[in-house]
T-cell receptor, first 113, second 111 residues
Framework: NAGVTQTPKFRVLKTGQSMTLLCAQD?????MYWYRQDPGMGLRLIHY???????AKGEVPDGYNVSRLKKQNFLLGLESAAPSQTSVYFC????????????FGPGTRLLVL | SQQGEEDPQALSIQEGENATMNCSYKTSINNLQWYRQNSGRGLVHLIL?????REKHSGRLRVTLDTSKKSSSLLITASRAADTASYFC???????????FGTGTQLKVEL
């Protein structure tokens, strides 16, 4: 039982490049979330999903897209990376949304030059 | 500004001492959660307290909630070096499937 895993762990991009971050969970959770963490800002919600095939915008969705084609996977895409997207990205999942515990992945550190 | 704000921003104590950190929030909540983050790692859930609860315990952790003051506190008793981490509160305000995180308290427990 791996919990929540994220791929890759670290990536360097040049401005304008694209990439996809993968989040996978093996707990059969309905809810999945993508956050970014910046120094002094806490975690901010980018996008989330309440079930397979659904996605919704969070607090800071601009510049990102997501897809939830399979229940266990939640993909975060950057179509044209910008230096402002340099951050640590965390994925989380939950069985009952915000009413219960969120389980977090180890994070992906992204540097955009 | 953040829905949840922790106080203090940083706290340094000796092993064996108690550590108290506070979280204040602005709007009414359904529940409040505390998470721990070790350096370079993901967040780990500690305790969830619902709006109709006033106190919860889990091992050496004690969380209180005062909805009239819109505040919560996390007490770690008999701290250990392994408790060194950042601690975040997160609130469910009922405005959708979203938790709003505070900026965290950095706790350092020295031997």
């Amino acid at each position: 039982n791996a919990g929540v895993t994220q791929t890759p762990k670290f990536r360097v991009l040049k401005t304008g490049q694209s990439m996809t971050l993968l989040c996978a969970q093996d707990m059969n959770h309905e809810y999945m979330y993508w956050y970014r963490q910046d120094p002094g800002m806490g975690l901010r919600l980018i996008h989330y999903s309440v079930g397979e095939g659904t996605t919704a915008k969070g607090e800071v969705p601009d510049g990102y897209n997501v897809s939830r084609l399979k229940k266990q996977n939640f993909l975060l895409g950057l179509e044209s990376a910008a230096p402002s997207q340099t951050s640590v990205y965390f994925c989380a999942s939950s069985s009952r949304g915000v009413r219960e515990t969120q389980y977090f992945g180890p994070g992906t550190r992204l540097l955009v030059l | 500004s953040q829905q949840g704000e922790e106080d203090p921003q940083a706290l340094s104590i000796q092993e064996g001492e108690n550590a108290t950190m506070n979280c204040s929030y602005k709007t009414s909540i359904n529940n409040l959660q505390w998470y721990r983050q070790n350096s370079g790692r993901g967040l780990v859930h500690l305790i969830l307290i619902r709006s109709n609860e006033r106190e919860k315990h889990s091992g050496r952790l004690r969380v209180t909630l005062d909805t009239s003051k819109k505040s919560s506190s996390l007490l770690i008793t008999a701290s250990r070096a392994a408790d060194t981490a950042s601690y975040f509160c997160a609130t469910d305000t009922g405005g959708g499937n979203k938790l709003t995180f505070g900026t965290g308290t950095q706790l350092k427990v020295e031997l």
